[in-house]
Nanobody, 118 residues
């Protein structure tokens, strides 16, 4: 089993910044990708950004140029730097660790609340 613990959420004014971090522990696979998803009230769970085992990144269009994902393989952590935050970024953000292959596996953190409001 893999455990994911997120930190760094909170309340921020529009235009502000937050940095989310996620630490993985337990039986971590040798090859894995990590990412961040979010879910706002009344909306579907959506992908925000992912980073593959080789360091390739992908972002949803609405956060491109504002969010940056990074990972530290030595520490088994992933971070999401969020700049120029907008009210529509308000959501619970979930850390994800995934493996590909014959039987893909996904692990999830408990979620951290991000609220962008004046």
């Amino acid at each position: 089993q893999v455990q994911l613990v997120e930190s760094g959420g909170g309340l921020v004014q529009p235009g502000g910044s937050l940095r989310l971090s996620c630490a993985a522990s337990g039986s971590i696979p040798s090859i894995y990708g990590m990412g961040w998803y979010r879910q706002a009230p009344g909306k579907q769970h959506e992908l925000v950004s992912i980073i593959t085992s080789r360091g390739s990144t992908n972002y949803r269009d609405s956060v491109k140029g504002r969010f940056t994902i990074s990972r530290d393989n030595a520490k088994n952590t992933v971070s999401l730097q969020m700049n120029s935050l907008k009210p529509e970024d308000t959501a619970v953000y979930y850390c994800n660790l995934y493996t590909l292959g014959t039987v893909p596996v996904n692990y999830w953190g408990q979620g951290t609340q991000v609220t962008v409001s004046s």
